[in-house]
């Protein structure tokens, strides 16, 4: 939200261009891109940031209702119109001239455009114009093409622009260039680290001309996925197969919730083959389960099928994952026949619980995750104790034939991972006690 402005009181309108000769069939802008359509992205950019009057400036005959699939749509009203003056007409036929939103983000529904540049927009008081800094990222670099990003205006202060004929995203921002309450800022302002990602992604605007264009997007859509601060096993390995999956589901009807069903059903059954102590075979479901349960929250992601009952996720996370490591423990167990390793089991389950919650408990009070917190802790979590590096421990005593003993080697590096999260994260907790 902005600084001083309500967001009921604004609006969102995008304005789409003509289509290019190359795409006969159908506007380009509806044409699905990893299942969601341009003119979609851009929409659910302005719901994301809570606009939920929008207009679609269009001379297409096509009836984008059909076209676009939302599941807040009872929400959200969505107008199409043929020339800007009919925003002014709709609340006059509305009788709510009197209530007429002031302020309009405007952005152009030709271009696939990074959301922060719309929550940037918010964060200013006055009439504001992002335009393309160095670092942003763009895959048409023609001089010819405009530099602007978006913007967010007073229809109030500027309500001659309702009276002139605006063809393209290009004339309208060309009607404000000689007003002097108009601010240009570059995108460089932007800060590139996603809270949310755990790293730095540069902005982007991505344009299109033909279809090359739409294949090199999916690539490029699905690589920004990827989230950063990850342990070795997932970067280095789990990183590219997850990539793979999710450019093949990419375009097809398998959401995110399928992938999940699918990574539970198969952790419960690399626990059943582990207690049968079928470990060849467990171990090779268990790590397509690791890459799997990275492929839901990137096709989340690329899909814009992110939610917060997404979250929860995490939780079945914790139940499958701890059932292996009892099936691991008690399938050592038959073999040693020692109640020691009931002991081992019991204190591993109990130090994994501990490292994850004090990870939640820390997110929870610091806004941060522990793993962001320093780069002691950034590079700490490459080694730390989760499933992917419990994996490894496996693999190893699986080649030395001693399967039996990799509960112990477990069990230690989830007693080092608690010791080390806990002394980390009473540290910062403490820094903050002392300010």
């Known amino acids: ?16 261009p003509e289509n290019p000769i190359l795409f006969k069939n159908q ?12 003119l979609e992205r851009n929409l659910n950019i302005l719901i994301k940031n809570g606009i939920r009057d929008i207009f679609i400036l269009s001379k297409s005959s096509v009836d984008f209702n059909n076209e676009m699939n939302f599941d807040s749509k009872k929400f959200v009203r969505i107008i199409k119109i043929s020339n800007l003056n009919h925003v002014k007409e709709h609340f006059n036929r509305k009788k709510e001239i009197n209530y007429m939103s002031n302020i309009a983000v405007i952005l152009d529904g ?19 114009i992002f335009i393309k800094g160095n670092s942003i990222h763009s895959n048409h670099t023609d001089k010819n093409q405009s ?7 007073n229809l109030r202060s500027n309500e001659y622009i309702f009276e002139k004929k605006i ?10 260039k000689s007003s002097n309450k108009t601010i240009f800022h570059s995108s460089d302002e932007i800060s590139t680290y996603k809270p949310d990602m755990r790293r730095d992604i540069h902005l982007y605007i991505y344009s299109f001309r033909n279809y ?22 997932a970067w280095y390995f789990n990183r590219h197969f997850e990539n793979i999956f999710v450019y093949l589901f990419a375009d097809t009807s398998i959401t995110a919730n399928h992938i999940t069903i699918l990574v539970n059903i198969l ?11 079928y470990w060849w075979i467990g171990l090779f479901l268990l790590i397509l389960v690791n890459i799997l349960d990275g492929v839901d929250g990137k096709l989340a992601r690329l899909k814009n099928q992110e939610s917060t009952v997404g979250h929860i996720e995490h939780s079945f996370d914790q139940l499958y994952e701890q059932a292996i490591y009892v099936g691991i423990g008690l399938a050592s167990y038959f073999i040693i026949d020692q109640f020691f390793v009931i002991i081992a089991l019991i204190i591993m389950l109990l130090s994994d619980s501990f490292n994850r919650h004090c990870s939640m408990q ?21 080694f730390d104790g989760r499933r992917n590096i419990y994996t490894l421990h496996i693999l190893i005593f699986g080649i030395f034939g001693q399967f039996k003993f990799v509960i112990f080697s477990i069990c230690i590096h989830a007693i080092i991972t608690s010791i080390i999260y806990s002394i980390q994260a009473i540290k910062h907790m403490k820094k903050v006690d002392n300010l």
């Open 362 to 382: 820390y997110k929870e009070v610091m806004k941060i995750t522990l793993a962001d917190s320093s780069k002691f802790d950034q590079s700490f979590r490459k």
């Open 27 to 38: 506007p380009f802008y509806t044409k699905k891109l990893c299942g969601v359509s341009i």
């Open 1 to 16: 939200m902005g600084k001083n402005q309500n967001i009921d009181n604004i609006i969102g309108i995008i304005i789409l």
């Open 147 to 153: 530099n602007i990003l978006g913007g967010k205006i």
């Open 167 to 176: 063809g393209s995203f290009h004339d309208f921002f060309k009607s404000l």
């Open 267 to 277: 952790g419960y059954f690399v626990l059943f083959l582990f207690l049968i102590q």
């Open 212 to 233: 090359r264009d739409f294949k090199s997007a999916k690539k490029f859509l699905v690589k920004r996925t990827q989230k950063g601060t990850l342990d070795l096993i």
């Open 110 to 128: 030709g271009v696939l455009i990074d959301e922060r540049i719309v929550s940037s927009l918010l964060n200013y008081g006055e009439d504001i």
